[in-house]
C-alpha cells in the first residue's frame, strides 16, 4: 500500500466542521524554557491523505488491549496499543508490560510515515514507533513521562494524530526549587501566585486529524502530560509517538 505525502499547505480547513483557531499547517514552536521546547503543526498531512491513514491503521495494525500495573494493581491498559521498532534494540517494558516488538518490514507503510517525520524534522533519528488507539471518551492516558531509560536524558518524541479530536494537557513537574520558593513568597497569597504561573507551567492543545506534536529537549524530565477522558469524544483517535530508542 503506498501513500503519498502531502503536507496542507493551504489555509482552509476541508473538514465541513471547521475550528475558527486552526492556523493551517503553519509550525508552531513553543519554548517551555530551562532546556525543554515544542512544536506544533496542525495540518502536518492533508486531511484526505490522513483518513486513509487512518483507515489503513484501524484495519491493519495487530491492537492489543493489555493488563498493566499501576499503583500496585492490576487493570486493563484504557486504550489499545502496538508497538514497532528496528531489530536489536532494547525491550520496552512499561507499568509492568512488555509489549511484543514488530518490525518495520511487518507494516511497510510505516517506513513511509517515518520517512516523511524524519524530512520534517531533520537531524532527527527515530527508530521505535508505539501506537495507541482511543476507541472512545473512556479511552485516555493520565499524567507520565515517557523518561524510560532507553530513550536517553533528551529524547525526541514525535507524536502523529488521526481521527477524533482530543485534548492534550502538558504541565510542569513540582521541583524542590519551586516550593522552596513558594514558601518564601513574601506572604503573598497562593492563589496570586498560582495565577501568576499557571499560563507559564501549564499548555493545552486539540490535537487534531493529521497534527504533529514534537516534544524536545528536557520536556520529559520536566513536565509531564495527558489525554484525559471526554464524554463528548465519541469516535476513534489513533496516535503515532515515534522515539529513538539508545
Keep these: 500500500m503506498n501513500f503519498k505525502f502531502k503536507a496542507e499547505s493551504k489555509s482552509t480547513n476541508p473538514n465541513p ?69 528496528s531489530v536489536g534494540l532494547p525491550e520496552l517494558s512499561y507499568s509492568g508490560y512488555q509489549p511484543h516488538a514488530y518490525t518495520w518490514d511487518d507494516y511497510p507503510p510505516l517506513k513511509d510515515i517515518l520517512d516523511a517525520v524524519h524530512k520534517a524534522l531533520p537531524g532527527s533519528s527515530f527508530n521505535s514507533l508505539l501506537l495507541n488507539r482511543y476507541k472512545g471518551g473512556n479511552d485516555y492516558v493520565g499524567w507520565h513521562s515517557d523518561d524510560e531509560k532507553l530513550y536517553g536524558s533528551t529524547p525526541e518524541i514525535a507524536s502523529i494524530s488521526f481521527g477524533c479530536e482530543r485534548e492534550f494537557f502538558l504541565k510542569k513537574k513540582p521541583s524542590k526549587v519551586s516550593q522552596v520558593s513558594d514558601s518564601r513568597s513574601n506572604g503573598e497569597p497562593v492563589n496570586k501566585r498560582a495565577k501568576k504561573s499557571s499560563s507559564v507551567d501549564h499548555h493545552s492543545f486539540t490535537l487534531k486529524h493529521g497534527s504533529m506534536l514534537v516534544m524536545r529537549g528536557y520536556t520529559q524530565r520536566d513536565w509531564v502530560h495527558s489525554v484525559p477522558k471526554r464524554a463528548k469524544a465519541d469516535a476513534t483517535r489513533i496516535n503515532l509517538t515515534f522515539r529513538h530508542v539508545i
Design 17 to 85: 466542521n471547521p475550528n475558527p483557531s486552526n492556523e493551517g499547517g503553519k509550525r508552531q514552536s513553543i519554548d517551555l524554557g530551562n532546556g525543554s521546547d515544542l512544536i506544533y503543526i496542525p495540518r502536518f498531512l492533508a486531511f484526505e491523505e490522513s483518513w486513509k491513514w487512518f483507515d489503513y491503521l484501524n484495519k491493519e495494525i495487530p491492537w492489543t488491549r493489555p493488563t498493566i500495573r499501576v499503583f500496585g494493581r492490576s487493570c486493563v491498559q484504557p486504550r489499545d496499543t502496538c508497538y514497532v521498532a
